[in-house]
């Protein structure tokens, strides 16, 4: 039997062997009822020890290849198809993730100041919590989330939001995403469709669109989205709606659009998703009041860490109506079992000891600096031809340009001269026409001096 | 106005009067256009700083619920339709998650070792990564995952399991359950069906069932799926199967049926997704090849680290054809954007400094022993009335007992006893019949103690 060792190899012995011998035998070289050569001639063949041949033998008879018999030695099993294996198509060609060089200024929304990520307090939590929970926690946890995290969760939200809600109802997932994404199964039903706000965040769309929905744009302007539009349609399994901070233009919903909001809920019978995704980052007046406490039973709210802390570790949570418990539970269970619990119970105590809030306390001001500033320059060198909206709250703004209409040319070319901008437009469903001119500028996780530096860019391009 | 402020609460004053004055809003009892008292005279008549009273009203007005016109002071809003908030349904009669209080000796299967999981060094571990990666670290990373851990596992399965792949093919996943479920989705057509092992592990079952799939069982016996079976279905998604290990009855695919499994896929134009859940613990002969490396074209490789390390870490991946990777990362974009990223560069160096082949190392020798102590005692309490399968590999097996049938009253007088044991009939989809004498008894999880009080309890219920 040719059989080539590389003593020089990583590989172990014994594993060359049993490759070869496998290779032989699914080439037809080997045929079937072939007798093998007993292990100690091949072993002394090969200069290998017998064990390493016998080790060899034992793996090809546990996967069928041989077959051994009491007296008759080794030989090859019986019906084997001759097979040609296929090699894996060569991707070496294929470059590896493509590391796209950043040298430009990213006004890209939604993204906080990861540089303040509080690395060493999470760091060293997470290790003091690793070290000391029980060789339980190290188990499944519930579809719904660690315990400890909903029941901080439901204390936070009462008093940095007034909501009052038990932890029986907080269900841990892995991000605004997967919420919404969960929602969207188990609502589904094949003829019903979902109402959304128009301009909506893109990524969230497609997640409603993929579980199989049909969705119906409502425009949203300065307020939100336009109550006034829903009456026509019914057959609704769910309204996607970001009140206190419309995603991207920024609208605040008054409490009339509020309540239509609500009565059209429960004359159609869905589910309002109330996506409450930035209002801890509130500059002017407190917190603006969420959906959900004017009905619980029509509102699913979710929250997100993604923005108060990072978005890497996957964090958020969603508060159901009771009547859905049941059936979201096992939707999350098999769709991923539960989210990563180790976290959950390091959240759980940031949230207790007061590091959470004093982070949002500390970025809010950080924020506050930024925003500010970023409005500075505008004026500064845009003077009267710009309008704000959506300044109140959050990470971003929109700004429009009266006389600029933001083609993908000229999105191109404020790329190649160093400053990425995201055009309204690109979020707008219908009327894309009527936003133009407006772009989103996302400040949070810029330094002063990029802010400067990309708006007075903008300012030299956009007055060329 | 009729507004009560409660000095000693922890909720803020400002909020109090908000709360008060939007409910007389929302009540009716302040009507449209109704002119509200100037916030020097409320503070005066509460006894509250006029700033607290600003606070509440600025709230209010940016909320929709008062408005302010210069000149005419503060006036409640128009179109507030008089509401009556509905409370969320009482919820304090429900329970709190049940914590069943486990006094009995739970053989359930699938379970590591939780108390050997290596908590101080993937505390160091996290804590030292978590110290010093750069901020970008912390924002979103690819939906396929983070490139070190890709890397790493690339090169790990190529030492373990002799598999080539590139870290581009290696997907990401919050487990062996996320896989599945995404896999599910992609490959779902109205009128395909997937092939699935009979018994099976029923939560993958359901996973599976779960995205509207109808499933067809194909026998396993002790080599696994019996391929002869799969001739007459056409139109198939794809096959599921766990070949290195049948989960749960534990037999080895052999090659003529590999090969087969392969031919079907080829000419049926289907997947076949193999759930390599724990051939990292064998305990007999070498680690049995992969499916994969047959048709890494076909073949859909699920790897996971909860058997490895601990559930709770929700750590898996997928090796995907090439020709799925496209249609892949946008179905985990939109249902989580990316498995939690701290934890995967945590694994990532954890791999590549040598600490979890140690752990598995480790983890074998003990896991030997529990078996070898598990089989011993079956030996010493049932002589000859019991067969053992699936003990070559893994962290349970299956256990025959010729005379006994587990019936529901039986399983539930073991438990009443002390033992928790899981009959092999609750897995089977069809041919329940035919496995009525046998149970799966998991052991890496339970002490050396805990296995003999066990097996000497059942002897003593199944005697009497």
């Known amino acids: 039997m040719w059989i080539t060792i590389d003593k020089t190899s990583h590989i172990a012995l014994s594993r060359q062997v049993y490759s070869q011998i496998k290779e032989l035998i699914l080439s037809g070289s080997l045929a079937a009822n072939e007798k093998l050569p007993s292990t100690r001639s091949l072993s002394k063949e090969l200069s290998l020890s017998r064990n390493t041949i016998l080790e060899s033998y034992d793996q090809l008879i546990a996967e069928g290849y041989l077959e051994s018999k009491p007296g008759s030695g080794t030989t090859v099993a019986n019906g084997i198809i001759k097979y040609k294996s296929t090699p894996s198509v060569n991707i070496s060609s294929l470059a590896p993730t493509p590391v796209i060089k950043k040298d430009y200024i990213d006004f890209r929304s939604g993204l906080p100041a990861l540089d303040l990520f509080p690395q060493k307090k999470w ?12 060789a339980s926690a190290f188990d499944y946890c519930s579809p719904s989330g660690v315990w400890e995290l909903r029941n901080s969760i439901s204390k936070y939200l009462f008093r940095t939001r007034g909501i009052q809600c038990r932890p029986e109802q907080i269900m841990i997932v892995s991000g605004t995403t997967q919420g919404l994404f969960l929602i969207s199964k188990i609502l589904y039903k094949s003829d019903h469709k979902v109402l959304v706000e128009d301009p909506i965040h893109v990524g969230l769309l497609n997640t409603i669109s993929s579980m199989g929905y049909d969705f119906v744009p409502i425009k949203a302007d300065d307020k939100g989205m336009n109550t006034d539009l829903l ?3 019914t057959n609704i399994s769910f309204i996607y709606t970001t009140p206190s901070h419309q995603y991207p233009l920024g609208g605040i919903l008054p409490i009339q659009r509020r309540l239509s909001l609500i009565q059209y809920a429960c004359d159609n019978n869905c589910y309002i998703v109330e996506d409450d995704y930035d209002s801890e980052f509130r500059y002017e007046g407190a917190p603006v009041s969420s959906l959900y406490e004017l009905n619980p039973n029509k509102v699913i709210y979710i929250g997100s860490f993604s923005k108060l802390l990072s978005p890497a570790i996957r964090l958020g949570f969603m508060l159901l109506p009771n009547e859905l418990l049941d059936t979201y539970k096992p939707s999350k269970m098999y769709s991923d079992v539960h989210t990563e619990a180790i976290s959950q119970y390091v959240l759980a105590e940031f949230i207790n000891n007061g590091s959470l809030e004093k982070h949002i306390w500390k970025m809010k001001k950080i924020y506050a600096i930024r925003r500010n500033h970023l409005i500075k320059e505008l004026n500064q060198y845009f003077r009267n031809e710009f309008q704000i909206k959506g300044q109140a709250t959050g990470l971003h703004i929109v700004v429009a340009f009266k006389n600029i209409t933001f083609t993908q040319s000229l999105v191109q070319q404020l790329l190649e001269q160093g400053i990425k901008i995201y055009p309204v437009e690109h979020y707008c469903i ?9 772009i989103i500028l996302g400040y949070a996780h810029l330094s002063l001096d990029q802010i400067s530096t990309g708006i007075e860019l903008l300012s030299k391009i956009l007055h060329q």
């Open 123 to 134: 760091a060293k939590l997470y290790s003091d919590i690793c070290n000391t929970i029980p």
């Open 231 to 233: 009456k026509p349609y």
């Open 430 to 438: 219908q009327n894309k026409e009527e936003h133009i001119h407006e």
